[in-house]
């Protein structure tokens, strides 16, 4: 299931809030790491996704993870 990423920099004042969509678990581990790495930046997730919102940039970076290989035996 998707869910709306809203992405707002304070500092940045004439930026507008940026809408995006992306599957739940990327929009969590986006959202997670925006708060360790850009604690100026405002993410809020919610379920009111839209046909008309952009991917997340970059969304498969934070999708998730692949299992690891198995090793030889």
């Known amino acids: 299931m998707q869910m709306h990423v809203t992405v707002e920099f304070f500092e940045i004042p004439a930026l507008p809030p940026l809408h995006y969509r992306a599957e739940e678990s990327a929009a969590r581990r986006f959202c997670a790491e925006m708060i360790a790495r850009h604690g100026r930046a405002v993410v809020r997730l919610d ?4 046909a008309s919102m952009r991917l997340l940039p970059c969304h498969q970076l934070f999708g998730p993870l692949p299992d690891p290989p198995e090793e030889p035996t």
């Open 47 to 50: 379920r009111a996704v839209t």
